[in-house]
């Protein structure tokens, strides 16, 4: 069953067009993983998505209502993760927790998402003070706050070490096992391939591909079964090119 169906989605920066007649459906409580050249498109086609930006034409349903008319229904089924500019660098982890607990009629508690994303021992320390792979959990828990339908994460891993990849993976994972439906943007292969059940290949303004990584696998590699070797395949283009 489909939770999000968008049909001839559009937007354009000025001259640029960066989204062309997207059309896409998600199925509920699936991973959804947007693969993609850096500068692609896959920021906007979030934020189009959680109705931070306005495309130019076209439609987003999701649990049957239209994000664009929508605003207030968006901020109680959809956890975003917030921009990092957005972390409040005086407050402590739970501080910081209960502050965008409150933005909420409903809520998970600051408690529960300190164990969600294993971040129990830290709950005291403040922001300034936390490494990389600390803030990236704070911010996908973050997302969590509301206990949302749809969770929206940005290239949720980038930057972080291998230990602090796994454990957001499994935070991932577990929202799966609950019903949740999660939508990310990845530039790293192993994750779209381990973690996603369904990879959109976003590529000169659309999802050129969707499928599970297997199929994509099967479909698309040629010398070698890799994902790798599917995406050089279908865009032409190889990792070295900028995918990140
Ligand atoms: P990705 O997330 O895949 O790196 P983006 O969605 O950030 O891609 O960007 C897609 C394209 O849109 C790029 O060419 C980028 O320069 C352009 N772009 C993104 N945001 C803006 C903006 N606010 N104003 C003008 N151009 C933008």
Redesign the pocket.
Known sequence: MSIIEISELNKS??P?D?LENIDLRIDKGTIFGIL??????????LECLVGLRKPDSGTIRILDFDVLKNRKQVLEEIGVQPQEASLLNHLTVYEILKLFSSFYRKSNSADQILSQMSLEDIGEKKINTLSVGQKRRLLVGLALIPDPQIVVL?EPTSGVDPQIRVLIWEAIRTLKNNGRTVIL?THFMDEANQLCDTVGI?HEKKFIVCGSPEDIINTYSTNEKTLENAFINITGHDLRGGLD
């Open positions: 920066y000025g640029n960066v993609g050249r850096n500068g692609v498109g896959k920021t906007t086609f940005d943007s976003l």
